[in-house]
């Protein structure tokens, strides 16, 4: 962690990357005790924050200072003792920049949790070492993949209370092994650690000389997230368009969006869809000046050569020979997060991209 | 780093961008809100980006509490005129003497809470569906469970328990007439994230974010300009200290630290070695344990 004065560098800090993660298990498998030990061991807990944690833990009767206090920040959280919204904490190392979504572990609450997982490159799954893999494991786990979520944390919790046996870990293991063969994720690691000792979360524990690999933070610091974006199939989906009359830029019009997918370049032929007209990229233009390429999660505003195509918002532009199916028949899973029903047969409107059709 | 990756300020920087220009396309009538302070200066670059080479497609609104400081009042005028911007600004003292607001009482009157009767109203009055804030989740636990697009009812109140789903990069700003969305495209930044911005893209700033002389009265652990806006309590004395704000505020609540940095990369070594949050010296938040939670229900920033 940045600690001192001299340790802080302006050009390391520029230089960091960024990984998002989520964190969930069940209700007392010790998340809050997990997040709390992380950031304490890192020093990202500034002393008023702690302060006010104390007291609030005081006027609660706790005795010892709960760390939970500080991810619920709801009143109704605080009162009820349990999370009911994912909340956000940031942190970082010398290495990389972390943001946290602690999200709920209660089912009532699963739209928040999946609000939170969504945008994460790596999902931690704890499990009580003295429970093994119950079912808010699996569904966890299994929202993880449907979220397309790219790297998943088993961390196996609460080892002090099985004496770090190495077979409960093993157990618990291929227990998930087995299930996991339905998920979507490649890459499944394993922990055994002691959130309340810190055994393996910052420090390698001297508990269980048989567990070979990395600490928790480490894994942190180091899964590999630069291949996560897909590089190939090129998509930019219109978010506006841009119209600016100005001395050095008369009639300027360009196209403003994210890119989803792939690698543009100024010269690259392009298709605007659903329309089919073909036309190349004139130039990728941002304020700070020209761009020699956009990839993926940029926001860009790019220029076409033929100014006369009609594109708008909910259009996508790609690349001729890789171009995305497109139809008026899907099949899809519907994961439904309201309390109302859904009513088959019905009328929803559904977003994709930034296009809003109805279905 | 690899190639095809971004640092993790870049990836803020597109975040943001992405979020105003979805208000941009989703809602009819947008506004930023813009208190003169870091975090709504760097809000406004950050749409100059977004919209660039075209002007910025919604006008700037300050809550104006009467009690600013000067050089906030002349650098948002001069911002505002280096842009072409519109800037609208609603008074709370109008609203006091329209009677719709009702001054705090004691020896430490804050307009901070009644600033979000101005701005409902405000709201209310120019028909803004969707309202720019510089907020950030780092800042406060309640601001830590916000959304990006924030919904809020028709009398501009915020349900925390019942906030919306929001799925990757898919908004949703679908809304009742009358009800409109707080948005908050900073939400991912950090103190030191804008601070580093600020130092990189070389955007100017207050320079009461830098160190100066000012006469200072101590108070709950932290310096309040003397102003005629505070009263000065028996047992405090006005003393002159050499101090830099790292919020900028209602003047009444803001709090001055000691310092010496007269420059962006001395206050980025100072916020890197900061053992308190930058909210430490705001006395709003000192009331109660939930004190933003209870002003955020009730419609404020
Ligand atoms: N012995 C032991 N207790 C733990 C460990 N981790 C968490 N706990 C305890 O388990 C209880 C629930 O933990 P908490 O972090 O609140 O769980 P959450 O509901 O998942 O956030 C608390 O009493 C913790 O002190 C651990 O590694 N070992």
Redesign the pocket.
């Known amino acids: 962690m940045i600690d001192t004065i001299n340790e802080f560098s302006t050009a390391d800090y520029l230089n960091m990357d960024l990984l998002r993660f989520t964190t969930a ?10 997040i ?1 030990r992380l950031l304490h061991d890192t020093k990202s807990i500034f002393e008023d924050q702690l302060i006010a944690v104390e007291q609030a833990s005081k006027k609660m009767g706790d005795h010892q200072v709960n ?2 206090l500080l991810t619920d920040g709801l009143r109704a959280e605080r009162e009820q003792g349990i ?1 009911i919204d994912v909340a956000y904490r940031y942190f970082a190392t010398p290495k990389r920049k972390f943001i946290i979504a602690d999200t709920p ?1 209660h089912i009532q609450y699963t739209r928040n949790m999946v609000t939170g997982a969504s945008t994460a490159n790596l999902a931690v799954v ?1 499990v009580d070492a003295r429970h093994g893999v119950v079912e808010q494991t699996r569904r966890h786990a299994f929202i993880a993949s449907l979220l397309q979520i790219k790297h998943l944390l088993i961390c196996i ?5 099985v004496e770090y046996k190495e077979e409960v870990f093993n157990d618990i293991r291929e227990d998930f092994d087995d299930f996991s063969s339905k998920l979507e994720i490649q890459d499944i690691q394993y922990i055994p ?5 810190g ?1 393996n979360v910052v420090e390698k524990s001297t508990n269980m000389p048989w567990y070979q690999g990395s600490t928790f933070l480490y894994t942190l610091e180091n899964v590999h997230i630069a291949s996560d974006y897909n590089l190939v199939d090129c998509r930019f989906p219109v978010q506006m368009v841009i119209q600016a009359q100005s001395e050095d830029q008369p009639g300027f019009k360009g196209y403003a969006g994210k890119i989803e997918g792939g690698i543009f370049k100024p010269g690259d032929e392009v298709i605007a869809l659903p329309s089919g007209f073909t036309t190349k990229v004139k130039s990728i233009d941002t304020m700070n000046g020209l761009m020699d390429e956009a990839f993926p999660p940029q926001s860009v505003l790019m220029n076409l050569e033929d100014d006369h195509i009609d594109i708008s918002r909910g259009d996508m532009i790609v690349k001729p020979n890789n171009q995305p199916q497109i139809g008026q028949d899907i099949e899809m899973m519907v994961c439904w997060l309201n309390e109302k029903q859904m009513v088959l047969g019905g009328k929803y409107a559904i977003r994709h991209t930034t296009k809003m059709p109805n279905a | 780093m690899h190639k095809y990756h971004l640092s993790h300020l870049k990836q803020l920087e597109n975040e943001a961008v992405f979020i105003m220009r979805e208000v941009a396309s989703q809602f009819e009538k947008p506004v930023l809100l813009f208190s003169g302070g870091k975090d709504s200066i760097v809000m406004v670059r950050l749409a100059q980006k977004a919209f660039w080479p075209a002007k910025i497609p919604f006008p700037l609104m300050h809550i104006d509490t009467g009690h600013n400081f000067e050089e906030t009042i002349e650098f948002r005028d001069n911002l505002v005129e280096e842009l072409g911007a519109e800037l609208i600004v609603a008074s709370v003292q109008q609203s006091i003497d329209e009677g719709k607001a009702v001054e705090e009482k004691g020896p430490n009157p804050s307009r901070n809470k009644i600033q979000t009767v101005t701005l409902l109203d405000a709201i209310e009055k120019h028909k803004f569906d969707a309202a720019f804030g510089g907020g950030r989740r780092d800042e406060e636990k309640a601001r830590a469970k916000e959304r990006f697009f924030s919904h809020r009812d028709e009398f501009g109140q915020w349900d925390p328990k019942n906030q919306r789903p929001e799925l990757w990069n898919l908004f949703n700003g679908k809304k009742h007439i009358g009800e409109h969305f707080r948005v908050f495209p900073l939400s991912n930044w950090t103190e030191m994230d804008v601070w580093q911005y600020i130092a990189i893209e070389h955007i100017p700033i207050p320079h009461i974010y830098y160190t100066h002389e000012r006469e200072v009265v101590r108070r709950d652990g932290s310096y309040l300009a003397n102003s005629p806006f505070i009263t000065v309590m028996e047992g405090e004395k006005v003393e002159k200290k050499m101090i830099r704000f790292r919020t900028i505020g209602d003047m009444t609540c803001t709090g001055a630290v000691e310092s010496s940095a007269n420059k962006i990369e001395d206050i980025i070594l100072e916020v890197a070695a900061a053992r308190e949050t930058e909210r430490g010296t705001r006395t709003d938040d000192k009331r109660s344990e939930s004190a933003m939670e209870d002003r955020k229900k009730e419609g404020y920033f």
């Open positions: 298990g069940s209700v007392d498998d010790g998340k809050s005790t997990l709390g760390l939970a999370t572990g704890l919790n609460k080892m002090d209370l650690i002691s959130a309340l000792k055994d």
